[in-house]
Structure formats: C-alpha cells, structure tokens
T-cell receptor, first 112, second 113 residues
C-alpha cells in the first residue's frame, strides 16, 4: 500500500539557517503530494502541494519539488524564522479514493 | 467561526466509560475523516465517510464507531474507553478530488485514566 517516510526529528536550527526535511514515498500510480504544517495547539493546515512530476509547490518561502525518479518530495526553506517552529507532515493521495496517507511528522524548532 | 469545529477541546475520562467526540463543518464538503495523532506515529486514519450513507473503516478502527448524522456532522464514539486510546483526535473534511486538501479541526485531546 501507499506509505510516506519522513526524517525523524526534532530538527533544531538557528534563525536564518537553511532547512531541509526529507520525504520519500511509495505509491501506485501517480500520487499528488502535500506538505502540511501543525503549529502548537492547532490542527494541520496545507502548506504546499504538487500534483505531477517535476512540479514545484511553494508557499511562505517553503518549496518542495515532486521528484518521480527518486520518489521524493523534500521540503526546503532558505532562511527559517522562529515562527516556523511547528510539526511538518508529508502526505500523498492516490488511487480511486484519494484518501491522504501521512508521514509521522517532523518537529522543527528554531532558536533566535 | 471555524470551518471545522470539534467538541470538546479536552476531555478526561475513566477506563470503561463511553465517550463521544463531535465534529461539524461549514465547508459543504461531502467527505469527512477521523484521525488520531500519537507522538512519533503521526496521523492514523480511524474512519472516513464519503457521504451521509457511506461509512468506511480506516487502518485503526477497532474500539471506535462513528455516526454521520448529516452532511455537516460526523461523530466518533469510544464505546468503552481504554488508556491506549489516549491521544489527540482530529476531524477533517475534503471536497474529494485527488488534488484537494484536507481542512482540519483544532483537535480534541482525550485522556483515558
């Protein structure tokens, strides 16, 4: 079945550092890929998405590129802020039902 | 007002008690989902519903039941709560297409003592 593997956290960075959170997937067909973010005390919200190979999703300075050849969708940001501290979830949706499958989440802590 | 509202936000109960978590939405979406979040395990799907007459088990449905009372309402019940059901529970909705995102409620933190 479909699955998503994310790097384990927490990831701890200083403000303005470069961020990469790795995500790889296994799926039949051609899934859509998503990154969701969960700020403390809140539900998840969509950060960005990509629907086909080589698409780049971007939002709030975050980017991720759909790499079919490596089955990856790594999240990057050039300069993180304290306000980016949150848990990040990679997810995919494929097949006839399109029910999203989530990774385990990666906690990001950004220090001033 | 929030698009997806969960009640209660927090609940502490005892082993063996029956608990109902409620979810309502104003998005007009047909699809609704219940997930639980545990540290280190991410989100796991409990039940989902594609419309009022459609209910489906997710990967961890044992010990849970659901009711879709209307398009806008989807409740989750624990018939006899046990401590390993202590978790953060999320309701979500979506329009259903493959590219469509989920809209999440703020969650219910349930503790079973």
């Amino acid at each position: 079945g479909d699955s998503v593997t994310q790097m384990e956290g927490p990831v701890t960075l200083s403000e303005e550092a470069f961020l990469t959170i790795n995500c790889t997937y296994t799926a039949t067909g051609y899934p859509s890929l998503f990154w969701y973010v969960q700020y403390p005390g809140e539900g998840l919200q969509l950060l960005l998405k990509a629907t086909k190979a080589d698409d780049k999703g971007s939002n709030k300075g975050f980017e991720a590129t759909y790499r079919k050849e490596t089955t990856s969708f790594h999240l990057e940001k050039g300069s993180v802020q304290v306000s980016d501290s949150a848990v990040y979830f990679c997810a995919l949706a494929s097949g006839g039902s399109y029910i999203p499958t989530f990774g385990r989440g990666t906690s990001l802590i950004v220090h001033p | 007002d929030a698009d997806v509202t969960q009640t209660p936000r927090n609940r502490i109960t005892k082993t063996g008690k029956r608990i109902m978590l409620e979810c309502s939405q104003t998005k007009g979406h047909d699809r609704m989902y219940w997930y639980r979040q545990d540290p280190g395990l991410g989100l796991r799907l409990i039940y989902y519903s594609f419309d009022v007459k459609d209910i489906n088990k997710g990967e961890i449905s044992d010990g849970y039941s659901v009711s879709r009372q209307a398009q806008a309402k989807f409740s989750l019940s624990l018939e006899s709560a046990i401590p390993n059901q202590t978790a953060l529970y999320f309701c979500a909705t979506s329009a259903g297409a493959v590219n469509e995102k989920l809209f999440f409620g703020s969650g219910t933190q349930l503790s079973v003592l």
